[in-house]
C-alpha cells in the first residue's frame, strides 16, 4: 500500500518534534511532508540547501519508509538521506547505497567559556577565499563546504601573520546558527586556533539565533571533546546516504 504524507508543512512538522534544531536546520520551503512508519518519522522538504529527505525514530523503519519512498520516485532529485545511526549493512539491504557517514549533529544554547585566542578571529574578506580552499585542502579535502558552496553565510578565521591558517564557515539557516568547513593548517594545529575559531564563531551566532550547531564525524573523538569542552552537550547520531543515480 503506497504511503500517504500525515503531516503537511512546515509548522505541522516541527510541532510534531517539538521545535528540534535539527528539523529546524533542515525543513524548509512550502513542500513539506511527513511520513510515518514503524515509530520512524520520515520528512521531505524542500530544504535550505534544495531537497531534503530526513527522519527521527526508528532505524529500520526509516529505512523502509525510504525505500518505499525511493520506488515512488518522491526522491529522484535528493542527493543524500539523513537517518539516526543504522549498521551500513542493514541500509544495504534495501536501498542502493554508494556512500555512508556516521556522524553526529551537535547543538549548545549556552555561551562557551571565554578561550585564549579568540580576540584573533575576524571575518573574512572574499578576496581571501582562495587562502580558505588552501586550509581547506590540507584540513579536510573532502569537505563540500567550500568558498564556492553557496550555502555559507560567511567565512571567519585566524591569521599568523600574512598566512591564514584556521577557518570556519557559518552555513545557518532556518533560524539556526550552522558551524562548517572547521579547519585548521596541518603545521598549524596543537596551538588552539580550532578552539578559540570554534568559540567566536559560536558566540556570534548564538547572539542572532540563540542555538548554534554543527556536525562531526562520529570517529573524530578528539574534535567531539573538544566540540563538548565549548558547550556542545546535546548531540544526535546521525547516519547519512547517498543513493545511486
Excluded: K
Aim: proline content about 7%; glycine content about 10%.
Amino acid at each position: 500500500m503506497p504511503l500517504h504524507p500525515v503531516l503537511t508543512g512546515r509548522p505541522a512538522l516541527l510541532d510534531r518534534l517539538a521545535d528540534h534544531p535539527y528539523a529546524r536546520l533542515t525543513v524548509g520551503g512550502e513542500q513539506v511532508h511527513g511520513y510515518e512508519h514503524a515509530g520512524a518519522l520520515v520528512w521531505t522538504a524542500d530544504g535550505p540547501w534544495g531537497p531534503v529527505a530526513a527522519s527521527f525514530g526508528d532505524a529500520d523503519g526509516a529505512v523502509e519508509v525510504f525505500r518505499q519512498l525511493a520506488d515512488a520516485g518522491v526522491l529522484a532529485e535528493t542527493r543524500w538521506l539523513h537517518l539516526p545511526r543504522v549498521p551500513a549493512e542493514a541500509v544495504a539491504r534495501r536501498l542502493p547505497v554508494v556512500i555512508q557517514d556516521d556522524w553526529d549533529f551537535l547543538w549548545t544554547v549556552t555561551d562557551p567559556a571565554p578561550v585564549p585566542g579568540e580576540a584573533a578571529v575576524r571575518a573574512l574578506d572574499p578576496a581571501e577565499h582562495p587562502a580558505v580552499d588552501a586550509v581547506l585542502d590540507e584540513a579536510l579535502p573532502h569537505s563540500t563546504s567550500r568558498p564556492s558552496d553557496t550555502r555559507i553565510r560567511r567565512w571567519y578565521g585566524i591569521s599568523e601573520g600574512d598566512r591564514l591558517v584556521a577557518v570556519a564557515g557559518d552555513r545557518s539557516a532556518n533560524g539556526v546558527g550552522f558551524l562548517a568547513g572547521i579547519g585548521v593548517a596541518a603545521d598549524r594545529q596543537g596551538r588552539g586556533h580550532g578552539a578559540a575559531l570554534t568559540a567566536a564563531v559560536t558566540r556570534l551566532l548564538l547572539a542572532e539565533f540563540g542555538v548554534c550547531s554543527l556536525g562531526v564525524m562520529s570517529d573524530n573523538t578528539g574534535a567531539i571533546r573538544l566540540y563538548q569542552r565549548l558547550g556542545y552537550t546535546e548531540a544526535i547520531p546521525r547516519s547519512s546516504i547517498r543513493l545511486t543515480d
